[in-house]
């Protein structure tokens, strides 16, 4: 996954986790694109605390997601999704009715991922 996207989604699902401090570094530079000059500058740290501030943020997130895995399960649900949208779009075309079973087996494995 890239970077950017993959700091998205973590910030998403955990980034209330952060305190407001973090978050406002955090969605400075990566959200808002500032420099890490700026960043520090308006929050009356060095570069190098807004740079390890980021890395900090980065770790945080990603032990949130080792544990609770909630993008990855995002990502699987929604991958499923676009699988049953695919089957019932050919369903509709050819009227197998094995594309049934399908959908009814992958919204049962959606419905189980919990």
Sequence with gaps: MERIVEQGLLYDFYGMLLT?????????????????????KEQGISRQGVHDMIK?????????????????????????????HSLTKEFKRCQDPHLIERIERISDDILNLG
């Design 20 to 40: 407001m401090h973090q978050r406002e570094i955090y969605e400075g530079v990566v959200f808002h694109d500032f420099s890490v000059s700026e960043i520090a």
């Design 56 to 84: 900090r943020c980065d770790r945080i997130l990603r032990n949130y997601e080792e544990k609770l895995k909630l993008v990855e399960k995002f990502m699987k649900t929604r991958q499923m999704v676009e699988e049953i």
